[in-house]
Structure formats: C-alpha cells, structure tokens
C-alpha cells in the first residue's frame, strides 16, 4: 500500500469521523475501514509506536507464563483432536496448529491468567484478541514488522472506541466485551494485513457482528470459559476478513443498526456515546490509554492491592490488629469483584480469586506482596487470609473514576479504634501512570522464566522491540515463540 492511499485514507476516515458528531452516526464502519486502510508509520507518534511495542511484549509473556496451566494443556489437546498439526507457532509450547487454531490458541493463552492489558474506558482486553491475529495472519502474508505493528495498532484503536461507546454498559448485562467488542478489532487487523479494501473491510464488520460473543457466568464458579473470548474473538475476526476477502456481504450497520451491537444486546433506550466509535481517528490515539497490569488478578483490584500494600508498610499492619475493614469501589465494578460476597470471601480456585476484592486485599495484607504465587492453592486454603476475608465489605465509591480508571479506597478499623486509609485515584499501570519500559521488560523476563531459556527470551524480546527497524520481518518474532 503506497504512502499516498495512507495518507487519502487517514483523511476519509478523519471526514468521516466529523460527519458522526450527532446520534445516530450512518458510518461507523466506513470510517474505521478508511482508518485501516489508511494507517501508515510516517502519521503514527514515536511514543504510540513505542508502547505497541510494549505492549506486544507483554503479551507475549502473559502467554508464556499461562503455558503451565491445566486449562493451556486442555486447550491444546482439543485443538489438535481436531486437526492435523499446523504450521503456525503456538506461544512458549512446542506446537504448531492450523492459522485460526493458533488464534484462538494464543488469545487463550494470553488472557489466561488475567495478566494482560486493558484499555480502562472500553473496559477490553483488546491486545489480547488483536496480537494472535498477527502473529496467524501476518505470518501467512509474510507481513514485515512495521505492518504488523500498524495492524496492532488498528485492532487496539478499534477495539476501545467501540468498548468505550458503551460506558461500560456491557459489564453491567453480563456481557464479556473482551469477546464480543474484540471480534470487531480482530476483523480489520486481519483485514489489514490481508490488503481488504475499504468496502470489503466494511463488510467483514458486519460479519463479526454474527460472531461478537462472550458472557460473565464463569463468575458463578470460577470456570475457564473467560480466558478463551479473545482467543475466539481472533479466531473468528480471521474468518470474517477472509469471508469478506470472498466477496460475503455482511450488514452495513453492525454497530447503529436496529439489530446491531449497541441495541441488541443493551436494549433500544441504551446511553451509547457515539462519536467515540471513530473521534479521533488518526489523532488520538488510544493505545497510549491502555493500561498494563503490574498483578495477575482482574485490573479492578490492582488499586485495592496498592492501597493494602501501602497501609501495611506505612504502619506495620499485621492481620491480628485489624478489626474491620470497608473498600470504597465503582459501582461498575461491584458485580464483577464484590458479588455474590459470601462466594468472594471463599474463592473455590484461583480463576475465582482473580476476581474477589475480598481475597486481593486480604492476601496482599497478609503476605505484603500481590504475584502469581498468591493464587496458590495454600494461600487459597490460608486461615489467616481467609478470617481477614470475613472482616471485609465494600460500599459505592462515589469519586471513584470508573471506567477511565479504576480507582479504590481501602479504610482499616484497628482493634484500637484507629482507622487508617489509602487512596490510590488512579490505578498503576494506567494512562496517568504508566509502568515503565525498564517494569515492562521485566514482567516479560519473570513470565517467561522457567518457559524457555533467558538467552532465547532476550532474543524474543530484541525482536519484539525492534519490530518498528526498516528491515525488521515479523518471522523474526514468530520464530522464537515456542520454548526451542
């Protein structure tokens, strides 16, 4: 794609984001198809392309830490009754799978553990759906590495806008828009690094629509179904830019349309803002507020985990001298993290501690650290940790910043009739405090260890981070995915 068709791209897409000013906008996927078309290096911020970078790499390591777990082995045993072995890499296993295979294989992988990052106002986990396509996709057309950096960032702009629309309103019906939304993103990267033109980009997006899915009921019992929405949300974006490369027509209005995505699955009278499908579009740029996770648990308690770290070290809290305690947290979040309460204060598993408040204070007090190792199953059996879970509660925080960021209060009631508290506004890791490169590579280093050798991950990480040099070829990335 020549220079010149970016560059007329980026100004289709930018005139059709000022015509989605009022509501109900007629072009939403017409403007993020000239956007994908569009896109070039020569318009992308060093910082912008600098954080794609980042955040590939930390992707990648969630999956290889994931790699260890019975659900990553029962993946890939499913996958392969299935077909024969492929020739597309699966991340830090010795395995290859079929292209789509291997999509839905390493989104499973990278989202597994809840490691992965998040962009705060879509509430998505948008890298997590957007990098298995390139890594399947840009394998198969052989993309270099700034094409497949473009493609990322395509999937990461669409993703969030069309999360962010919503307000948060998915989580509130019990709908996963890590899946749903991330199907969409997951068509124009495919799209992308396929040559798709406009109106074949518009079509796969309303072919995605058929398959955007993803529910909350693992929440009752900690099940496994959560870590493979972005896995099939890569999956089935591949088939709906090849369904659409064929000439498949899908719906012209997947997102505004009667039956379309808004509509359908939060009902008519739903509050959908609109412009923040396509605002910006070239100008704006949203990965720089997608936020990377410094804990493996659900990025709603990461300002729980601080705030407990910070009150046990500022007063050498110890779990005896606590009386109480009260969390203050976004009624966004409640349903999430909070309820059923009785079943957030007994996690059955580590997929169920991920996602309790209760255990992620009361483990953070007690062990004064958050990593991996607190989602063991002795730190889940842990009497300690568990009496300290029955003397939480939460109540609505009314500063709090959901959904541009996650932010919480944790409020001690000693046994002496102190009450200490700590506020963290912002959650670490987000757009206004971001984690550095120096934390990021190493989160990648510490996943990765005991996965394959240091050198091999020092090379994977080379090639990642140099994926932006003139001369640099994705294959040089894939090549190193799998431990030898």
């Not at 020739?87 to 789509?100: H, K, T």
């Not at 204070?361 to 730190?379: D, N, Q």
């Not at 757009?431 to 996965?451: M, Q, W, Y």
Request: one cysteine or more.
């Amino acid at each position: 794609m020549s220079h010149a068709v970016r560059k007329d791209g980026l100004t289709l897409a930018r005139q059709a984001a000022n015509e989605l000013s009022s509501a109900p906008p007629a072009t939403i996927a017409g403007a993020l198809a000239a956007f994908t078309r569009g896109i070039g290096d020569a318009e992308v911020p060093a910082d912008v392309l600098e954080r794609a970078k980042l955040h590939i790499l930390d992707a990648i390591g969630t999956g290889l830490a994931a790699t260890r777990h019975d659900f990553a082995r029962a993946t890939l045993e499913a996958l392969r009754s299935l077909s024969d072995d492929g020739s597309y890499p699966v991340i830090g296993m010795d395995a290859g799978l079929a292209l789509r295979d291997a999509a839905l294989m390493n989104g499973t992988l990278i989202h597994g553990l809840d490691y992965d990052d998040t962009h705060s106002g879509g509430v998505i986990h948008a890298s997590a759906s957007a990098v298995p396509v390139i890594l399947a996709e840009g394998m198969r057309s052989r993309a270099s590495g700034r094409e497949a950096l473009l493609a990322y960032l395509v999937g990461i702009e669409a993703s969030a806008r069309i999360g962010a629309a919503a307000k948060g309103g998915f989580h509130q019906v019990g709908f996963h828009p890590t899946g749903m939304v991330g199907v969409f993103g997951a068509a124009l990267v495919a799209g992308r690094l396929k040559g798709l033109d406009e109106k074949q980009l518009a079509d796969a997006q309303g072919i995605a629509l058929s398959m955007a899915s993803g529910t909350f009921e693992f929440l009752e019992e900690g099940a496994w179904t959560k870590r493979m929405h972005p896995g099939w949300a890569a999956l089935s974006g591949i088939t709906a830019a090849s369904l659409a490369a064929s000439g498949f027509v899908g719906p012209k209005f997947p997102f505004e349309g009667r039956y379309g995505l808004y509509k359908c699955y939060l009902g008519a009278d739903a509050e959908i803002d609109w412009s923040i499908c396509s605002a910006g579009l070239g100008e704006v740029w949203e990965m720089r507020r997608v936020a990377l996770k410094p804990y493996p648990i659900c990025h709603f308690n990461h300002a729980f985990a601080d705030a407990a770290l910070a009150l046990r070290e500022a007063h050498d809290l110890r779990p005896e001298a606590i009386d109480s305690i009260t969390a203050l947290i976004g009624e966004g979040e409640i349903g999430t993290v909070c309820e059923p309460e009785a079943k957030k204060r007994r996690p059955s598993n580590e997929y169920d501690a991920r996602f309790s408040l209760h255990y992620t204070i009361a483990a953070s007090l007690v062990k004064g650290r958050f990593t991996r190792a607190e989602l063991s199953e002795p730190c889940l059996r842990d009497p300690v940790i568990l009496g300290l879970c029955d003397k939480i509660h939460y109540e609505r925080d009314p500063q709090s910043a959901f959904p541009r960021c996650y932010s919480g209060e944790v409020i001690v009631t000693t046994t002496d009739g102190r009450q200490l508290r700590h506020r963290e506004s912002v959650n670490r890791g987000a757009e206004d405090r971001p984690l550095g490169n120096d934390e990021v590579i190493a989160k990648f280093h510490e996943n990765a260890a005991g996965v394959m050798a240091a050198e091999r991950a020092r090379r994977l990480e080379r090639a990642v981070m140099t994926l932006d040099d003139p001369d640099a070829d994705l294959l040089d990335v894939t090549s190193l995915l799998t431990p030898t």
